[in-house]
């Protein structure tokens, strides 16, 4: 079925976390902008954020000292021109911030700025204690209303439409229409892939949508086997994990095994502030060392500080029976961030011309092997900033589009292929987290590429619903990360091979990355193949 004509707008941006946002406000005085939100406008990442955005902001900091810190904790394979931008226009995008209303905690006159993992000094801004993403959304969306910017809601993105090499507009359905939205700009700002995995601090919304609509419209994507696990999450009973923000550790919360013993000392010199994969990793040994529970202890912080301090995490885990001003808190690590993604330039442009990336869908180069806590909202604002610009400047094609559009997804489906793609999700999400998760070996990687391969043929068809191509893209993306998780033979920041633990010097400033162009089409009988640059 070709989809109706939606007509045309000048940008349209795919997402509505920070990045999608704060691009469409600085976009706004340049024409239309359109946000399609697969979902409702509060249904991404950004909106659960907790710990806040990193920035140097104090007198004793500085751009230098952030820089290091960032490219440390990527261990010296991020970029150091893009992670030089990030923090150098960070203090004035936090400006502009301010001037958007945005109202950052204070303490004693000043803005509090708090203290995260392999950061050097205290620079993390934060908002309602724990409630910076839910704020910051709040905050940018009045702004953007106020600004004329339009706001589809529970409008999935079927496909990109590119023609000649330049990205025209998106193919998109909601319950009512399917309908072909044409733009002189494609912005995706969709976030990462965190729902590949069985145990995730991500939205359910998190599916990898952005990366693989970029994998079929001929954008590169690379360092896919960097996926970073956030090492304090709760798992109740019921109902999704639920993450402890890095900012409680940031305060001085401990982590301690089952016979109430701290051990992060044995792991880091900087202890429970040690980069996130180590902590991780240390937890799930301790764990298997001892057979019990690892569990975070902020008791010690008092009774006062906790709920003014961490509202969110206090009354979360209130409703769970858990109150952690007098007890402890079970934590153990969650998929968290994805940490390459779409490949851009300096101003979020991909290798598809009039289109962009932004945010946690982009790989701009500035986490390298891994991140630092509270640079992702920093990126997305950043970027986000450099993005409108670069949007703005850029023609665009006045040609009316051809027509009909070339379906990159050939067949009609049968029944029982919808219901083989349905039932392919849970054990996709079990598959990821078993074998490409938090330590990998050769033998796990090459089982799950087996079993992957098997349900390439789903790729081929042109489903309707929105669970299934979510599936879909979800089948997609965890193909491109074992793969290139099996290509990287070392261990490098967030990625860890048992069979590897070392790093490859071989490898050092090597990056794999995925093209469909290059060969290696996912879906016509082969994976999506990677290639080192
Ligand atoms: C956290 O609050 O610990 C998460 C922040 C981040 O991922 O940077």
Redesign the pocket.
């Known amino acids: 079925m070709q989809p109706e004509d939606g007509g045309s707008t000048d940008f349209i941006i795919v997402g509505s976390g920070i990045a999608g946002l704060y691009t469409a406000i600085r976009l706004a005085e340049h024409g239309r902008v359109t946000v399609l939100s697969k979902q409702d406008l509060i249904a991404g990442n950004t909106w659960f954020?907790?710990?806040g955005i990193a920035a140097a902001f104090s007198a004793e900091d500085s751009p230098e000292l952030h820089l290091e810190d960032t490219w440390r904790a990527g261990v010296y394979f991020g970029d150091r021109e893009a992670i030089s931008v990030l923090v150098e226009e960070a203090p004035d995008r936090i400006r502009d911030l301010l001037g958007l209303g945005v109202r950052f905690d204070h303490r004693d006159g000043s803005i509090d700025l708090g203290q995260?993992g392999a950061h050097s000094r205290k620079r993390i801004l934060h908002i309602g204690g724990d409630a910076t993403g839910r704020e910051l959304v709040e905050a940018l969306l009045f702004q953007a209303r106020n600004r004329g910017v339009t706001f589809i809601e529970d409008a999935f993105v079927e496909q990109l439409i590119v023609e000649d090499g330049s990205c025209r507009g998106v193919c998109f359905f909601t319950a009512r229409r399917r309908c072909l939205l044409q733009a002189r700009v494609v912005i995706l700002a969709t976030g990462g892939c965190g729902q590949v995995y069985k145990w995730t601090t991500n939205s359910p919304a998190v599916t990898g949508d952005g990366l693989a609509q970029a994998y079929w419209a001929g954008a590169v994507l690379r360092d896919l086997e960097f996926y970073q696990f956030?090492p304090t999450v709760f798992f109740p009973a019921h109902g999704s994990p639920f993450?402890i923000?890095?900012?409680v550790r940031g305060e001085g919360a401990r982590l301690v095994n089952g016979a109430g013993e701290r051990f992060m000392d044995r792991y880091h010199p900087r202890g429970e502030l040690g980069p996130r994969d180590i902590v991780s990793r240390a937890i799930l040994a301790e764990k298997a060392r001892t057979g019990q529970e690892v569990f975070l202890d902020l008791r010690h912080l008092g009774a006062g500080f906790i709920p003014e301090r961490f509202p969110t995490i206090y009354s979360r885990c209130r409703e769970w029976g858990i109150d952690i001003t007098r007890d402890l808190i079970p934590v153990s690590p969650a998929a968290?961030?994805l940490i390459g993604g779409i490949t851009v330039d300096l101003e979020g442009r991909t290798a598809v011309e009039n289109l962009f990336a932004v945010g946690e869908a982009a790989s701009t180069g500035v986490h390298g092997a891994n991140r630092l806590?509270?640079?992702?909202l920093l990126e997305g604002l950043v970027f986000g900033h450099r993005v409108a610009a670069a949007a703005a400047a850029a023609d665009g094609s006045g040609r009316p589009l051809k027509q009909p559009v070339d379906w990159v997804r050939l067949k009609e489906p049968g029944p029982p292929d919808e219901q083989g793609c349905l039932a392919v999700r849970p054990l996709l999400q079990e598959l990821m987290w078993e074998n490409v998760g938090l330590i990998r070996t050769r033998d796990g990687l090459l089982a799950a590429r087996d079993r992957l391969k098997r349900w390439l043929p789903l790729l081929e068809y042109r489903f309707s619903g929105a669970t299934l191509i979510e599936t879909q893209n979800m089948l997609l993306t965890a193909m491109m990360m074992t793969e290139a998780a099996l290509c990287r033979q070392e261990s490098k920041g967030c990625h860890y091979r048992e069979d590897y633990p070392g790093e490859d010097p071989e490898l050092g400033g090597k990056h794999f990355i995925f093209r469909r162009e290059a060969g290696g089409e996912a879906g016509s009988g082969g994976m999506p193949c990677p290639a080192a640059t």
Request: charge should be negative.
């Open positions: 954020a907790q710990g995260e956030h993450l923000s890095e900012a968290h961030y806590a509270s640079n992702s």
